[in-house]
T-cell receptor, first 110, second 114 residues
Framework: EDQVTQSPEALRLQEGESSSLNCSYT??????LFWYRQDPGKGPEFLFT???AGEEKEKERLKATLTKKESFLHITAPKPEDSATYLC???????????FGKGTKLTVNP | ETGVTQTPRHLVMGMTNKKSLKCEQH?????MYWYKQSAKKPLELMFV???????ENNSVPSRFSPECPNSSHLFLHLHTLQPEDSALYLC?????????????FGSGTRLTVV
């Protein structure tokens, strides 16, 4: 059973069309939930860490939120340069291993 | 550049070849990692080094052999690989092993085994 599930697998948006990506997790005792952005041919780039339910973090057009079972990455008025694969990962209490989801490939058309 | 440099960027090797992947960081980080990224799969942790000591070997076949000669350099030695080992191999580093501020990844080595 996957501990981290991301949906949708792929998402196409028009420029300016806001939407959300989902990351649901089944680990108990969450130490941290991480969001990364990965461009083609590059390694993942760290975006946010969320630690507890109710927490929110923002960076430009991105806002990440966290509940006890899932996290959302909200993208407001996206631009074509926001096109990338967005990865979610969790770190569980008592573990030192990040567990990644499969990612959501976002395409923003001009 | 993220501060973590991987070479080569692309590698094609035969199943009987021996090659090495190199990773270098000058961020002053104490922990370094090798990850494997295959299509349609999550990133898979392969090895973790902390202060040059291997602290985790995530059930990786012995045809992959890591080496960490100092805190700035990490190698992945490859021999007698299989076609299913073709993937993007990513190196990452973090200040500490249980880093909650996120890892810094390199751009990866795209490996093709023929």
């Amino acid at each position: 059973e996957d501990q981290v599930t991301q949906s949708p697998e792929a998402l196409r948006l028009q420029e300016g069309e806001s939407s959300s990506l989902n990351c649901s997790y089944t680990v108990s005792g969450l130490r941290g939930l991480f969001w990364y952005r990965q461009d083609p041919g590059k390694g993942p780039e760290f975006l946010f860490t969320l630690y507890s339910a109710g927490e929110e973090k923002e960076k430009e057009r991105l806002k990440a939120t966290l509940t006890k079972k899932e996290s959302f990455l909200h993208i407001t008025a996206p631009k074509p340069e926001d096109s990338a694969t967005y990865l979610c990962a969790v770190l569980q209490d008592g573990s030192e291993k990040l567990v990644f989801g499969k990612g959501t490939k976002l395409t923003v058309n001009p | 550049e993220t501060g973590v440099t991987q070479t080569p960027r692309h590698l094609v090797m035969g199943m009987t070849n021996k090659k090495s992947l190199k990773c270098e960081q000058h961020l002053g980080h104490n922990a370094m990692y090798w990850y494997k990224q295959s299509a349609k799969k999550p990133l898979e942790l392969m090895f973790v080094y902390s202060l040059e000591e291997r602290v985790e070997n995530n059930s990786v076949p012995s045809r992959f052999s890591p080496e960490c000669p100092n805190s700035s350099h990490l190698f992945l030695h490859l021999h007698t690989l299989q076609p299913e080992d073709s993937a993007l191999y990513l190196c990452a580093s973090s200040q500490e092993r249980t880093e909650l501020w996120g890892y810094t990844f390199g751009s990866g080595t795209r490996l093709t085994v023929v």
